[in-house]
């Protein structure tokens, strides 16, 4: 997907503009996407060796799942960072430690981890090279700093469907109102490896959309939250979205969910960074066993 000309935001804030966590059922839809990423992400943080001894921070952490699923691995503990921390609050387990804060605020946060975790918390914010190079000084010699966001799969040679056409809305939509930005996701790689950090990896999964399955009741409920983004775009109108909503949960779906890239980069130790693709010397990174 090719970058937008157009003004990032209108001064809106995830959470604020679209998607409250005060709105009713705003955390059944989190739930929704953790029952579509969180298998490929806990898979992607054992195959990088986290487990005991693990000190972790979750970054815009939602309700948690990730958290909790690396204190079921085992790890040493987790601090759960979010604007917002209701959801986090609510369920809470021994070794989480949950902390309300603004990653965008500098020095949001001292100390250091041997993994740092933020999925779909970067594309909704500027400055994404400062707030990546921010988390990767959080990251201790050693350790590893892991990035999932969405990279859309709906481009100019798409098929047009119900889908396409309200995919494109909502992410000009939240776009212009909350200055959600996916183009530069796959550029996270060499950002990673700007900030200091490698080496540097990366992978995508795309969930299938099924009629009920997770992913697909995450978009029909995303949609309708970010309705008024999409309608204020001009390429939809509610009957579109309504017919996009239909054709999402029937048999007649033909289409590619948006995918999730996941991008690594560790931290090198005693100053020396390795290319050899594993991380650190003193253990195993990307294909090797624990730590």
């Known amino acids: ?9 209108g001064g809106g804030r995830y959470g604020e503009a679209v998607f409250p966590p005060g709105q009713a ?19 992607r943080l054992r195959a990088l060796g986290v487990g005991p001894g ?11 799942t990730v958290s909790r699923s690396l204190l079921a691995a085992g790890v040493a503990s987790v601090l759960a960072v979010d604007r917002d921390v209701r959801f ?24 250091r981890f041997r993994l740092v975790h933020a999925r779909f918390v970067l594309m909704h914010l500027p400055e994404r090279d400062r707030l990546i190079t921010a988390l990767a000084a ?16 709906t481009g100019d040679r798409t098929p047009e469907t119900p889908y396409s056409r309200v995919m494109r809305a909502m992410w000009q939509g939240l776009r212009a109102t909350i200055g959600t ?10 950002l990673l490896r700007a900030a200091g950090l490698g080496p540097v990896a990366a992978e995508i999964h795309v969930p299938p ?7 697909s009741r995450f978009w029909a409920d995303t949609w309708e939250r970010s309705r008024a983004a999409m309608l204020g775009t001009g390429l939809v109108d509610d009957t579109a979205v309504d017919e996009a909503v239909r054709y999402l949960g029937s048999e007649e779906c033909a289409a590619l969910s948006a995918g999730m890239l996941t991008a690594w980069g560790w931290k090198p130790e005693n100053g020396r960074g390795l290319d050899n693709g594993r991380g650190p010397e003193n253990g195993r990174g990307a294909e090797g066993g624990a730590r």
């Open 181 to 190: 930005d996916v183009s530069r996701v796959p550029s996270y790689p060499h």
């Open 138 to 153: 959080l990251v201790e010699p050693g350790g590893v700093l892991v990035l999932s966001d969405a990279v859309d799969l």
């Open 25 to 43: 059922g705003e955390g059944e839809r989190i739930d929704f996407g953790a029952l579509a990423y969180d298998d490929i992400t806990m898979a």
């Open 54 to 64: 693990w000190r972790c921070l979750d970054v815009g952490a939602g309700t948690g």
């Open 88 to 111: 986090l609050g609510a369920r809470t387990v021994p070794g989480l430690d949950v902390r309300e804060a603004d990653i965008t605020a500098p020095d949001f946060l001292s100390g």
């Open 209 to 215: 959309l099924l009629p009920g399955s997770p992913i």
């Open 1 to 9: 997907m090719e970058p937008i000309d157009e003004p990032l935001s």
